[in-house]
Protein backbone atom coordinates (compact mmCIF):
# COMPACT_ATOMS: atom_id res chain seq x y z
CA UNK A 1 0.00 0.00 0.00
CA UNK A 2 1.22 3.64 -0.76
CA UNK A 3 0.19 5.68 2.44
CA UNK A 4 -1.52 9.14 2.00
CA UNK A 5 0.83 10.58 4.41
CA UNK A 6 3.96 9.16 6.44
CA UNK A 7 5.79 11.32 9.05
CA UNK A 8 9.88 10.90 8.34
CA UNK A 9 11.41 10.29 11.59
CA UNK A 10 15.14 10.43 11.70
CA UNK A 11 18.37 10.02 14.07
CA UNK A 12 18.19 13.62 15.19
CA UNK A 13 14.32 12.80 16.28
CA UNK A 14 15.84 9.68 18.29
CA UNK A 15 18.33 11.28 19.73
CA UNK A 16 16.31 14.30 21.51
CA UNK A 17 13.90 12.33 22.45
CA UNK A 18 16.14 9.94 24.31
CA UNK A 19 17.63 12.69 26.10
CA UNK A 20 14.13 14.12 27.41
CA UNK A 21 13.24 10.59 28.71
CA UNK A 22 17.15 10.33 30.42
CA UNK A 23 16.49 14.05 31.76
CA UNK A 24 13.12 12.75 33.37
CA UNK A 25 11.22 16.22 31.41
CA UNK A 26 8.70 14.93 30.06
CA UNK A 27 5.58 16.95 31.03
CA UNK A 28 5.37 20.97 29.34
CA UNK A 29 8.53 21.67 31.79
CA UNK A 30 11.66 21.71 29.97
CA UNK A 31 14.29 23.00 27.93
CA UNK A 32 12.24 22.14 24.82
CA UNK A 33 9.84 23.89 24.71
CA UNK A 34 11.11 27.15 25.18
CA UNK A 35 13.19 26.53 22.23
CA UNK A 36 10.48 25.29 19.40
CA UNK A 37 8.62 28.32 20.32
CA UNK A 38 11.85 30.04 19.94
CA UNK A 39 12.08 28.70 16.52
CA UNK A 40 9.21 28.68 15.14
CA UNK A 41 8.47 32.37 16.00
CA UNK A 42 12.07 33.16 14.12
CA UNK A 43 11.18 30.83 11.39
CA UNK A 44 7.94 33.05 10.37
CA UNK A 45 9.61 36.25 11.67
CA UNK A 46 7.21 36.43 14.57
CA UNK A 47 8.42 37.99 18.45
CA UNK A 48 6.36 35.15 20.60
CA UNK A 49 5.39 31.59 20.38
CA UNK A 50 2.87 29.46 22.95
CA UNK A 51 3.12 26.03 22.07
CA UNK A 52 -0.35 24.05 21.92
CA UNK A 53 -1.63 20.36 22.71
CA UNK A 54 -3.04 20.57 18.64
CA UNK A 55 -3.45 22.82 16.29
CA UNK A 56 -7.26 23.09 17.35
CA UNK A 57 -6.07 24.00 20.76
CA UNK A 58 -4.03 26.34 19.18
CA UNK A 59 -7.42 28.13 17.41
CA UNK A 60 -9.07 28.22 20.54
CA UNK A 61 -6.73 29.92 22.32
CA UNK A 62 -5.75 32.08 19.87
CA UNK A 63 -9.94 33.00 19.50
CA UNK A 64 -10.59 32.77 23.30
CA UNK A 65 -7.18 35.65 23.80
CA UNK A 66 -8.41 38.07 21.43
CA UNK A 67 -11.61 37.61 23.23
CA UNK A 68 -13.91 36.23 20.73
CA UNK A 69 -17.10 34.74 22.45
CA UNK A 70 -20.90 35.11 22.26
CA UNK A 71 -22.79 37.26 19.92
CA UNK A 72 -19.72 37.26 17.46
CA UNK A 73 -19.18 36.31 14.11
CA UNK A 74 -16.28 35.06 12.52
CA UNK A 75 -15.90 34.69 9.02
CA UNK A 76 -14.10 31.32 7.38
CA UNK A 77 -13.89 29.40 4.97
CA UNK A 78 -16.56 26.46 4.43
CA UNK A 79 -13.81 24.17 2.55
CA UNK A 80 -11.13 23.79 5.34
CA UNK A 81 -10.74 20.98 7.76
CA UNK A 82 -13.79 21.10 10.46
CA UNK A 83 -11.41 22.41 13.73
CA UNK A 84 -11.31 25.66 11.78
CA UNK A 85 -15.06 26.25 12.73
CA UNK A 86 -15.46 24.15 16.31
CA UNK A 87 -12.46 26.37 17.22
CA UNK A 88 -15.04 29.42 16.81
CA UNK A 89 -18.21 27.26 18.35
CA UNK A 90 -16.05 26.39 21.85
CA UNK A 91 -15.85 30.21 22.51
CA UNK A 92 -19.39 30.61 21.90
CA UNK A 93 -18.89 32.86 18.73
CA UNK A 94 -20.32 31.62 15.02
CA UNK A 95 -18.70 31.06 12.10
CA UNK A 96 -20.00 32.28 9.17
CA UNK A 97 -18.67 30.24 5.84
CA UNK A 98 -17.55 32.11 2.90
CA UNK A 99 -16.87 30.23 -0.71
CA UNK A 100 -13.88 29.04 -2.38
CA UNK A 101 -11.71 30.69 -4.91
CA UNK A 102 -12.74 28.01 -7.77
CA UNK A 103 -9.16 28.33 -9.23
CA UNK A 104 -6.67 28.53 -5.79
CA UNK A 105 -8.72 26.79 -3.25
CA UNK A 106 -8.98 29.21 -0.40
CA UNK A 107 -11.34 31.70 0.64
CA UNK A 108 -12.30 33.53 -2.20
CA UNK A 109 -11.66 37.22 -1.09
CA UNK A 110 -14.53 38.62 -3.03
CA UNK A 111 -17.00 36.66 -1.34
CA UNK A 112 -15.99 37.72 2.23
CA UNK A 113 -17.70 41.32 2.41
CA UNK A 114 -21.25 40.09 1.45
CA UNK A 115 -20.98 37.71 4.65
CA UNK A 116 -20.04 41.09 7.31
CA UNK A 117 -22.48 42.43 9.38
CA UNK A 118 -22.42 44.27 12.99
CA UNK A 119 -21.45 41.23 14.84
CA UNK A 120 -18.26 40.07 12.59
CA UNK A 121 -15.17 40.77 13.91
CA UNK A 122 -12.79 38.05 12.60
CA UNK A 123 -11.90 36.60 9.84
CA UNK A 124 -9.92 33.14 9.75
CA UNK A 125 -8.01 32.79 6.32
CA UNK A 126 -7.17 28.88 5.88
CA UNK A 127 -4.37 27.97 3.63
CA UNK A 128 -5.49 25.08 2.05
CA UNK A 129 -4.14 22.47 1.34
CA UNK A 130 -0.37 24.14 1.18
CA UNK A 131 -1.49 26.89 -0.81
CA UNK A 132 -1.39 30.66 0.67
CA UNK A 133 -4.92 32.32 0.63
CA UNK A 134 -4.99 35.56 -0.73
CA UNK A 135 -2.99 38.28 1.61
CA UNK A 136 -3.63 42.03 0.22
CA UNK A 137 -7.75 41.98 -0.05
CA UNK A 138 -8.31 40.39 3.11
CA UNK A 139 -6.45 42.68 4.96
CA UNK A 140 -7.80 45.54 3.11
CA UNK A 141 -11.27 43.98 4.10
CA UNK A 142 -10.00 43.85 7.71
CA UNK A 143 -8.96 46.68 7.69
CA UNK A 144 -12.14 48.58 6.33
CA UNK A 145 -14.29 46.73 9.07
CA UNK A 146 -11.85 46.72 11.77
CA UNK A 147 -11.62 43.12 11.73
CA UNK A 148 -9.32 41.02 13.54
CA UNK A 149 -7.28 38.45 11.58
CA UNK A 150 -6.09 34.63 12.54
CA UNK A 151 -4.29 32.44 10.36
CA UNK A 152 -5.26 28.54 10.07
CA UNK A 153 -1.69 27.88 8.87
CA UNK A 154 -1.93 24.23 10.09
CA UNK A 155 -1.48 22.88 6.19
CA UNK A 156 0.98 25.25 4.89
CA UNK A 157 4.02 25.23 6.97
CA UNK A 158 6.79 27.37 4.74
CA UNK A 159 4.39 28.44 2.31
CA UNK A 160 4.71 32.04 0.55
CA UNK A 161 2.54 34.96 -0.32
CA UNK A 162 4.24 37.52 -2.80
CA UNK A 163 7.71 36.14 -0.70
CA UNK A 164 6.81 36.23 2.77
CA UNK A 165 6.00 33.53 5.13
CA UNK A 166 2.31 32.19 5.85
CA UNK A 167 2.29 32.87 9.63
CA UNK A 168 3.65 36.00 9.68
CA UNK A 169 0.16 37.70 8.68
CA UNK A 170 -2.33 37.19 10.92
CA UNK A 171 -2.73 38.91 14.34
CA UNK A 172 -2.46 35.70 15.41
CA UNK A 173 -1.35 32.74 13.50
CA UNK A 174 -1.77 29.19 14.61
CA UNK A 175 0.03 25.76 13.10
CA UNK A 176 -0.81 22.15 13.81
CA UNK A 177 1.89 19.21 14.33
CA UNK A 178 -0.64 16.48 13.95
CA UNK A 179 1.73 13.41 12.52
CA UNK A 180 0.75 14.03 8.58
CA UNK A 181 1.61 17.92 8.53
CA UNK A 182 4.38 19.35 7.09
CA UNK A 183 6.85 18.91 10.20
CA UNK A 184 5.41 16.41 13.58
CA UNK A 185 5.47 16.31 17.03
CA UNK A 186 2.82 13.29 16.86
CA UNK A 187 0.08 15.89 18.39
CA UNK A 188 0.71 19.68 18.98
CA UNK A 189 0.20 22.69 17.75
CA UNK A 190 1.18 26.77 17.62
CA UNK A 191 0.61 30.12 18.06
CA UNK A 192 2.74 33.01 16.75
CA UNK A 193 1.90 36.44 17.40
CA UNK A 194 4.16 39.97 17.70
CA UNK A 195 1.73 41.66 20.52
CA UNK A 196 3.54 40.84 23.92
CA UNK A 197 -0.15 41.12 25.70
CA UNK A 198 -1.22 38.25 23.46
CA UNK A 199 1.31 36.35 24.11
CA UNK A 200 1.32 36.97 27.91
CA UNK A 201 -2.69 35.98 27.87
CA UNK A 202 -2.40 33.00 25.93
CA UNK A 203 0.19 31.32 28.07
CA UNK A 204 -2.34 32.13 31.00
CA UNK A 205 -5.22 30.68 28.97
CA UNK A 206 -2.66 27.70 28.26
CA UNK A 207 -2.13 27.12 31.76
CA UNK A 208 -5.68 26.98 33.06
CA UNK A 209 -5.79 30.48 33.74
CA UNK A 210 -3.20 30.91 36.13
CA UNK A 211 -1.40 34.33 37.40
CA UNK A 212 2.06 34.17 36.62
CA UNK A 213 3.68 34.20 40.44
CA UNK A 214 0.94 33.69 42.16
CA UNK A 215 0.45 29.98 42.07
CA UNK A 216 -3.09 28.47 42.10
CA UNK A 217 -4.43 31.96 41.68
CA UNK A 218 -7.11 32.24 38.85
CA UNK A 219 -8.82 35.07 37.44
CA UNK A 220 -9.90 34.05 34.06
CA UNK A 221 -10.88 30.07 33.11
CA UNK A 222 -8.31 28.59 30.97
CA UNK A 223 -7.31 25.59 29.50
CA UNK A 224 -5.02 22.73 29.55
CA UNK A 225 -3.64 23.62 26.27
CA UNK A 226 0.06 22.94 26.58
CA UNK A 227 2.42 20.83 24.97
CA UNK A 228 5.09 18.61 26.35
CA UNK A 229 9.34 18.78 26.09
CA UNK A 230 8.50 15.43 24.25
CA UNK A 231 6.73 16.63 21.77
CA UNK A 232 8.98 19.91 21.78
CA UNK A 233 12.23 18.03 21.26
CA UNK A 234 10.55 15.97 18.42
CA UNK A 235 9.30 19.41 16.99
CA UNK A 236 13.00 20.96 17.32
CA UNK A 237 14.66 18.05 15.53
CA UNK A 238 11.83 17.91 12.56
CA UNK A 239 12.31 21.69 12.42
CA UNK A 240 15.99 21.23 11.47
CA UNK A 241 14.68 19.39 8.49
CA UNK A 242 11.81 21.65 6.98
CA UNK A 243 13.23 22.87 4.82
CA UNK A 244 14.65 19.77 2.85
CA UNK A 245 10.67 18.40 3.74
CA UNK A 246 9.56 21.39 1.49
CA UNK A 247 11.97 20.74 -1.45
CA UNK A 248 10.53 17.52 -1.35
CA UNK A 249 7.08 18.31 -1.48
CA UNK A 250 7.47 20.64 -4.16
CA UNK A 251 9.57 18.33 -5.97
CA UNK A 252 7.36 15.36 -5.67
CA UNK A 253 4.70 18.02 -6.83
CA UNK A 254 6.54 18.36 -10.28
CA UNK A 255 6.88 14.82 -10.66
CA UNK A 256 2.62 13.96 -10.22
CA UNK A 257 2.65 17.38 -12.95
CA UNK A 258 4.83 16.22 -15.27
CA UNK A 259 2.97 12.53 -15.09
CA UNK A 260 -0.42 13.48 -15.24
CA UNK A 261 -0.42 16.57 -17.76
CA UNK A 262 -1.32 15.05 -20.62
CA UNK A 263 -4.79 13.97 -18.41
CA UNK A 264 -5.33 17.65 -17.79
CA UNK A 265 -4.09 18.75 -21.42
CA UNK A 266 -7.34 16.65 -22.15
CA UNK A 267 -9.13 18.34 -19.33
CA UNK A 268 -9.73 15.19 -17.45
CA UNK A 269 -8.18 16.85 -14.39
CA UNK A 270 -6.98 20.01 -12.81
CA UNK A 271 -3.83 20.04 -11.50
CA UNK A 272 -3.02 21.65 -7.92
CA UNK A 273 -2.91 25.08 -8.34
CA UNK A 274 0.20 27.50 -7.52
CA UNK A 275 -0.53 31.17 -7.98
CA UNK A 276 1.73 33.56 -9.56
CA UNK A 277 2.12 35.38 -6.12
CA UNK A 278 2.19 32.01 -3.72
CA UNK A 279 4.59 29.86 -3.19
CA UNK A 280 2.57 26.32 -2.71
CA UNK A 281 3.90 24.09 -0.11
CA UNK A 282 1.93 21.04 -1.69
CA UNK A 283 0.76 19.86 2.12
CA UNK A 284 -1.50 17.04 0.09
CA UNK A 285 -0.58 16.99 -3.53
CA UNK A 286 -4.37 17.05 -4.67
CA UNK A 287 -6.24 17.32 -8.50
CA UNK A 288 -9.82 17.78 -9.05
CA UNK A 289 -11.29 14.70 -11.18
CA UNK A 290 -13.51 16.54 -14.11
CA UNK A 291 -16.92 15.33 -15.45
CA UNK A 292 -14.80 14.25 -18.89
CA UNK A 293 -13.18 11.93 -16.44
CA UNK A 294 -15.63 9.79 -17.23
CA UNK A 295 -16.00 8.13 -13.58
CA UNK A 296 -16.49 10.38 -10.54
CA UNK A 297 -13.93 11.08 -7.90
CA UNK A 298 -15.35 8.64 -5.87
CA UNK A 299 -15.41 5.66 -7.97
CA UNK A 300 -11.52 6.67 -8.86
CA UNK A 301 -10.63 6.49 -5.21
CA UNK A 302 -12.12 3.07 -5.43
CA UNK A 303 -10.18 1.64 -7.74
CA UNK A 304 -6.60 3.77 -6.84
CA UNK A 305 -7.14 1.48 -3.74
CA UNK A 306 -7.70 -1.60 -5.42
CA UNK A 307 -4.23 -0.63 -6.80
CA UNK A 308 -2.44 -0.08 -3.57
CA UNK A 309 -2.49 3.81 -3.76
CA UNK A 310 -4.52 5.21 -0.51
CA UNK A 311 -5.80 9.16 -1.01
CA UNK A 312 -8.33 11.14 0.59
CA UNK A 313 -11.28 12.71 -0.58
CA UNK A 314 -11.32 16.21 -0.29
CA UNK A 315 -13.44 17.85 3.10
CA UNK A 316 -16.89 18.13 2.59
CA UNK A 317 -18.23 21.97 2.96
CA UNK A 318 -18.77 22.56 6.23
CA UNK A 319 -21.81 24.53 5.52
CA UNK A 320 -22.98 21.28 4.55
CA UNK A 321 -22.63 19.61 7.82
CA UNK A 322 -25.26 18.89 10.12
CA UNK A 323 -23.79 20.68 12.77
CA UNK A 324 -23.19 24.08 10.75
CA UNK A 325 -26.20 23.87 8.47
CA UNK A 326 -28.52 26.51 8.21
CA UNK A 327 -32.13 26.31 6.56
CA UNK A 328 -31.61 29.70 4.84
CA UNK A 329 -27.84 29.13 3.89
CA UNK A 330 -27.44 29.67 0.32
CA UNK A 331 -25.10 27.27 -1.80
CA UNK A 332 -21.53 27.86 -1.84
CA UNK A 333 -21.23 26.11 -5.14
CA UNK A 334 -16.92 26.72 -5.54
CA UNK A 335 -16.84 25.11 -2.17
CA UNK A 336 -19.69 21.85 -3.17
CA UNK A 337 -17.49 21.76 -6.67
CA UNK A 338 -14.14 21.48 -4.68
CA UNK A 339 -15.74 18.69 -2.49
CA UNK A 340 -16.98 17.04 -4.72
CA UNK A 341 -14.34 16.49 -7.19
CA UNK A 342 -11.06 17.38 -5.17
CA UNK A 343 -8.70 13.92 -4.55
CA UNK A 344 -5.63 13.97 -2.23
CA UNK A 345 -2.94 11.98 -3.24
CA UNK A 346 -0.03 9.97 -1.66
CA UNK A 347 2.36 12.87 -0.37
CA UNK A 348 5.02 11.44 2.02
CA UNK A 349 8.62 13.45 1.43
CA UNK A 350 9.62 9.79 1.71
CA UNK A 351 7.95 9.37 -2.03
CA UNK A 352 10.37 7.60 -4.64
CA UNK A 353 10.05 9.48 -8.35
CA UNK A 354 9.21 5.69 -9.67
CA UNK A 355 6.35 5.66 -7.04
CA UNK A 356 4.81 8.61 -8.48
CA UNK A 357 4.80 7.60 -11.87
CA UNK A 358 2.81 4.72 -10.84
CA UNK A 359 0.50 6.50 -9.03
CA UNK A 360 -0.07 8.42 -12.21
CA UNK A 361 0.16 5.53 -14.55
CA UNK A 362 -2.86 3.95 -12.73
CA UNK A 363 -4.63 7.56 -13.08
CA UNK A 364 -3.93 7.46 -17.11
CA UNK A 365 -5.48 3.65 -17.01
CA UNK A 366 -8.44 4.30 -15.41
CA UNK A 367 -9.24 7.15 -18.40
CA UNK A 368 -8.82 4.51 -20.95
C1 LIG B 1 -4.92 19.73 10.93
C2 LIG B 1 -5.71 20.97 10.90
C3 LIG B 1 -6.16 21.60 12.06
C4 LIG B 1 -6.13 20.99 13.42
O1 LIG B 1 -4.95 20.51 13.85
P1 LIG B 1 -4.87 19.33 14.93
O2 LIG B 1 -3.44 19.42 15.35
O3 LIG B 1 -5.20 18.06 14.22
O4 LIG B 1 -5.80 19.65 16.05
C5 LIG B 1 -6.79 22.83 11.93
N1 LIG B 1 -7.00 23.40 10.73
C6 LIG B 1 -6.61 22.80 9.59
C7 LIG B 1 -6.86 23.50 8.30
C8 LIG B 1 -5.97 21.56 9.63
O5 LIG B 1 -5.62 20.96 8.49
Not at 215 to 237: C, E, H, K, P
Request: charged share 25%.
Amino acid sequence: MIPIAEPLLGREELKSVIRVIKSGWISSQGEYVKKFEEQCAHYCGKKYGVSTSSGTAALHLALAALGIGEGDDVIVPSLTFVATANAVRYTGAEPVFVDSHQEYWCINPEKIEDKITKRTKLIIPVHLYGHPCDMDPIFDIARRNNLLVVEDAAEAHGAEYRGRKIGSFGDISCFSFYGNKIITTGEGGMCLTNNKELYKRMRILRDHGMTPKKRYWYDVIGFNYRMTNLQAALGVAQLKSIDKFIDKKRKVANWYANGLKDLEKKGLVTLHPERPWAKCVYWMYSILIEDAFGINRDTVARALQENGIETRPFFYPLHILPPYRRKKEKPLPASEALGRNGLCLPSSVKLKKKTVEIICAALRNLTE
